[in-house]
């Protein structure tokens, strides 16, 4: 199994403004997925993100609003950049065990932009 | 999108009743998992259905998988008020690292 300890776990933002959310894995893994919840719906991958290389974004996300970090292999830090009101949302970052049979997650990052 | 679809969206019951949710996904599988979500907090793994399997147990849970009908359901016996939560079916491919989370299900269960 793997920790994930996520942090903020919440924090209500003025529009205009960035934060920067950090997960860190208590063992080594290649990759860190990061998800965006909005209110009462499920979960939306934003990126993956590799140690050593540019993070992949899915459709819909870019990396100006959402630049990603992964300076080695237990750590990553997603930025949500220019807050706006529509951004308010729990982001999660996640990890797979082995041979992707189960995610661990994060406890999430409850953001409110107001 | 290969995100898959829950029903019901809710689902509200007494405390020792059963509650079965139901998942459809639309793309061929190595396995299926269940999770729950606890108020907007991160989600728990439950329980790992794979692809070649009909049934699975865990305590109170029970999955099945229809590969045939891409669905499956989660079947939770002699409810409790603890169980009051989000639950989430994910599915994994044979190719690629992503799991599709389905749109979820919210369960209350009254004491």
């Known amino acids: 199994s793997a920790v994930i300890s996520q942090k903020p776990s919440r924090d209500i933002c003025q529009r205009g403004t960035s934060l920067t959310i950090q997960c860190q894995v208590d063992s080594q893994v290649t990759m860190m997925f990061w998800y965006r919840q909005q209110p009462g719906q499920s979960l939306t991958l934003i990126a993956t993100a590799n140690q050593g290389s540019e993070a992949t974004y899915e459709s819909g996300f870019v990396i100006d609003k959402f630049p990603i970090s992964r300076p080695n292999l237990t750590f990553s830090t997603l930025t949500v950049s220019n807050m706006s009101p529509e951004d308010s949302s729990i982001y999660l970052c996640s990890v797979h065990g082995p041979m992707n049979t189960e995610a661990f997650f994060g406890q999430g990052t409850r953001l409110t932009v107001v | 999108s290969q995100q898959g679809e829950e029903d019901p969206q809710a689902l509200s019951i007494q405390e020792g009743e059963n509650a079965t949710m139901n998942c459809s996904y639309k793309t061929s599988i190595n396995n299926l998992q269940w999770y729950r979500q606890n108020s907007g907090r991160g989600l728990v793994h439950l329980i790992l259905?794979?692809?070649?399997?009909r049934e699975k147990h865990s305590g109170r849970l029970r999955v099945t998988l229809d590969t045939s009908k891409k669905s499956s359901s989660l079947l939770i016996t002699a409810s409790r008020a603890a169980d009051t939560a989000s639950y989430f079916c994910a599915t994994a491919t044979n190719t690629g690292n992503q799991f599709y989370f389905g749109t979820g299900t919210s369960l209350t269960v009254i004491p």
């Open positions: 259905i794979r692809s070649n399997e």
